[in-house]
């Protein structure tokens, strides 16, 4: 079993900055896929960016703006977050995937989930 633990988020003015950690327990952290997913009231989880391996990938509405990035000594996946905007405020989940199915992008890919973290990005 995986536990992951997100922390980080808060309530920044547009145009902010934040950076959100998700710490994972279990010895073979190095090998999963990671994610970052979010979802707004009223709307369904969306994908925000994966890790796999030292590749990366984002969603069109981040990309250039958020960095994804993991430190496996530490089993912490982060995601750093720029340029926020009041488009980006939802609740954002780590997700953990034990073997790579080549849907990054997919929430079901997913076998483990964190509790969430809320982020806030006022006008």
């Known amino acids: 079993q995986v536990q992951l633990v997100e922390s980080g988020g808060g309530s920044v003015q547009a145009g902010g900055s934040l950076r959100l950690s998700c710490a994972a327990s279990g010895r073979t952290f190095s090998s999963y896929v990671m994610g970052w997913f979010r979802q707004a009231p009223g709307k369904e989880r969306e994908f925000v960016a994966a890790?796999?391996?030292?590749?990366?990938y984002y969603a069109d509405s981040v990309k250039g703006r958020f960095t994804i990035s993991r430190d496996n000594a530490k089993n912490t996946v982060y995601l750093q977050m720029n340029s926020l905007k009041p488009e980006d405020t939802a609740v954002y989940y780590c997700a953990a995937d034990r073997n790579y199915s080549g849907t990054y992008y997919w929430a079901s890919t997913y076998d483990y989930w964190g509790q969430g973290t809320q982020v806030t990005v006022s006008s």
């Open positions: 890790i796999i391996w030292r590749n990366t």
